[in-house]
C-alpha cells in the first residue's frame, strides 16, 4: 500500500468513543505478557498480543527469526490491526491490547484515543537490562553450541530498544489527551510482589470490575500469543501466576548478581531519570495493613473517609493532602551550589551526604501564614547559631537563605499566597558531601547541602487532650549533646518517642538526670498551678538548660509578660505534674496544645472540697481544656496574625 493510501485510510478511521478497548504500553522484559494472560482469563475480556509488531518490523528493517510468520498473521500496515483488530468488532465486552512502547512510531498515536482506558506498565531499567543480558547471553551460548549464525533474537540494548523514551512520549500524549485526568502507571513489580491489590488498583483506576481470575493462569502457550512466543515466552510459558524472572526484580535477590557490562551501564544512566519520573507518577497499592505500617497521623482516621474511623490525635497530626505528590523540592548540593527545583517523588542528595551518614547538620521549621513565614529571622538566628556550635560554616548569608525558601514556596502553586495558611517548610542545611564514610569534617568536599521541603499540612483540630507518659529516656547535659540545638542527630528526641508508642501515648515527658521535669520528646512543656491564698495560678515552663528552646515556647512566655499572665521559669517534678490546674505544649506545627493526662493520670480536674473522692484524690470528671490554656491559644493566634501582617521582610 502506498504511504497515501495508508494515510488516506488512517484518516477514514471511524472518529467514535470506544473505551472497552484497554490498551497497555510497556517495556520489553517487564512481564507484560503475564499481565496479557491475567486480562485473558476474565470472562467478558478477549485478548491480543502486540498486533503492531508486524508494521515495526516493516518500518524499522530488523530481522527476526519469525518475520514471515509475524507478517503472515498480521500483515505489514498498522491500519489494519488498529482497524480491524484494536478497534474491530468483538463478542466480549472488553478487548485487552498488549502493546510494546516503541511501536507508538508506526502509526499517529491520536489513533488510540478512542479509548480512555490506556495505561503504561513500566519497570527499572536496571532490571530490565540485567533480564535483557541473561536473555541475551542465553541465546549466543545456544547458538555456540549449534553453530548456529542466523540472527538472534536479542539486539544490543538502546533507550529506543528499550522503550523509555516512547513511554514518557505516551505519557505526554495522555497527558494532553485528557487533561482532567493523570496518565495511569503501573509498576511491574508492584504486579509481581502483590499482585492482588495491584490488580484490583489497576480495574479500579481503569473502571472495570476487579475478577480474581486474573490471578492465576494454566502453564504453557496460549492461542492468542504472538508468533514469537516461542523465541520469548519459555519462562512465562513455565507460569501460573506474577514471578519474577530472577533478573532481579520480584525476589528476595534483589539487584544482586553478576554487574551489567560497561555497554549495558551507559544505557541505564540514560534511561534512569525517565523511569524515575514514570515511577513517580505511579499509582501503587496501599500494603500499611498488610505489612503492619501504621499509617500517617490523619483527621480521618489513617485514610477513611471522613467521619468515618477512629479519629487519631497528637503534636504533629495532620490531614493528609494529595497536593504533596506534586510539591517542588528546592535542592542546593554543596559540590555544584546551583539552587533547583526538584519534583518530591525524585528528589534525592548523594548517599554520601553528610546529614544521611552522620546526622551533621541543623535544621529549622516554619509556618507559613498568608504567604509569609512566621518569626522568620528569630528561626534563620536559631539555625546560623547551631551551625556555628557545630563548625560548619554556611556560605550564603541569611537573607539570601530565607530568599531560597520563599523561592520555593513560590514555585509551588498555592503555597506563598495571601490565603495560604496550611504550610509547613522544612530547612535543612547538612554539612556536605564526603568522599567517604568519616566523620571528620575536614574531608568534607564543597559547601554545605541545603533542602528546603514545603508541605501542605493542615494541623488537626484537637479534640481531646494530649495524653504524655514519662519516659525512661533522660534529656542530656549541654556538655554531652547540647538539647538547645536543632541537630539532625535527634536520637534523644526517637529514643523518648520511642517509649511513648509503646504504650501509646501522643508524646514523651522526659526528666533531667536530677529527675526535674524538662520537655517532651518534640514538644515544649509547661503547666498552671493551682491558686493558693497568697499566689496567683502561674504558668512554669523548665529553664533553657535541658531543653530545645522553642520559638513558640519563647513567645508564650512573652505572652504571659505582655498579658499579666504570672510565668516563671523554675524546676518542677512529676509531682506538681500531677497536681497541676492544666498542662499544655508548644511548637511550631501545631502551636499550643493542651494535655489530659500524664501517666495516666488526668489533668485540669477541679479541687472540690466536698467532691467525692477518687483513686487519684480529685474530684471525678474528665480532663479539660484549662482557663489560661485556652486564653494563651488566642493570644498567640493573634500574635501569628500580626507577625503574618508583616509581610517578607526582604
Known sequence: ?????????????????????????????????????????????????????????????????????????????????????????????????????????????????????????????YEVLRSWAAAGEKERQEKSATGDTSPGVIPPPSVHELGYTALLEIYNHLLVDHPDRAPLVVLSNDLINHPDPTLRLLCERLDIPFDRAMLSWPAGPKPYDGA??????????????????????????????????????????????????????????????????????????????????KKEEGTHSFVQDRRNEDVLIGVREGVYRTFEFVHRPVAKLPVFSSGFLLGDGVWEGFRVLHGALLFAQIHLQRLYTGAAFLGMHIDIPPRDLLR???????????????????????????????????????????????????EFKKVTKQERGLKLVTSWVRRGRPDVQDPALSSHSKINCILGCVSANTVGADEALMLDEDGFVVTCNSVNFFIVTHPTPT????????????????????????????????????????????????????????????????????????????????????????????????RLEKLYEELKEAEAAKGRGL
Open 535 to 630: 499566689t496567683p495560678a502561674t504558668v512554669l515552663t523548665s529553664p533553657c538548660h535541658h531543653i530545645h528552646r522553642g520559638i513558640t515556647r519563647d513567645n508564650i512566655v512573652h505572652l504571659c509578660h505582655a498579658n499579666n499572665i504570672p510565668v516563671r521559669e523554675e524546676r518542677f517534678t512529676l509531682n506538681d505534674v500531677y497536681g497541676a490546674r492544666e498542662a499544655f505544649v508548644t511548637g511550631t506545627f501545631g502551636g499550643v496544645g493542651w494535655v489530659g493526662w500524664v501517666d495516666g493520670r488526668p489533668i485540669g480536674r477541679t479541687w472540690e472540697w466536698d467532691a467525692p473522692v477518687d483513686g487519684a484524690g480529685w474530684g471525678k470528671g474528665e480532663p479539660r481544656k484549662g482557663e489560661v490554656t485556652e
Open 1 to 125: 500500500m502506498a504511504e497515501s493510501e495508508a494515510s488516506a485510510g488512517r484518516n477514514s478511521l471511524p472518529s467514535q468513543i470506544d473505551d472497552d478497548v484497554i490498551i497497555s504500553w510497556s517495556n520489553p522484559r517487564c512481564c507484560s505478557t503475564a499481565l496479557m494472560y491475567a486480562f485473558a482469563q476474565r470472562q467478558d475480556a478477549d485478548a491480543f498480543d502486540e498486533p503492531l509488531y508486524g508494521a515495526w518490523l516493516k518500518a524499522t528493517g530488523v530481522e527476526r527469526p519469525y518475520l514471515d510468520e509475524v507478517w503472515k498473521d498480521q500483515g505489514f500496515h498498522a491500519i489494519s490491526p488498529c482497524d480491524n483488530v484494536i478497534f474491530g468488532k468483538r463478542e466480549k465486552k472488553y478487548r485487552y491490547i498488549k502493546l510494546i512502547s516503541k511501536f507508538n512510531t508506526v502509526t499517529p498515536i491520536s489513533i488510540f484515543s478512542r479509548t480512555r482506558r490506556q495505561f503504561l506498565l513500566v519497570r527499572d531499567p
Open 228 to 309: 514469537w512466543g516461542k523465541w520469548w515466552y519459555g519462562a512465562t510459558w513455565k507460569t501460573t501466576g506474577f514471578v519474577g524472572d530472577g533478573a532481579g526484580g520480584g525476589g528476595a535477590g534483589g539487584k544482586g548478581g553478576a554487574p551489567l557490562p560497561l555497554e549495558y551501564r551507559k544505557v541505564l544512566g540514560m534511561c534512569q531519570p525517565i523511569w524515575d519520573f514514570l515511577k513517580s507518577k505511579a499509582v501503587r497499592p496501599d500494603l500499611s495493613a498488610a505489612v503492619g505500617v501504621p499509617r500517617p497521623l490523619t483527621a480521618g482516621g489513617g485514610g477513611e473517609k471522613e467521619g468515618e474511623g
Open 404 to 454: 531560597l525558601v520563599y523561592a520555593t514556596l513560590d514555585a509551588n502553586e498555592g503555597m506563598s499566597t495571601p490565603d495560604a495558611d496550611d504550610v509547613h517548610v522544612r530547612l535543612m542545611v547538612t554539612r556536605g558531601l564526603k568522599p567517604t564514610p568519616y566523620q571528620n569534617p575536614k574531608i568534607t568536599i564543597g559547601d554545605v547541602d541545603i533542602v528546603v521541603a514545603p
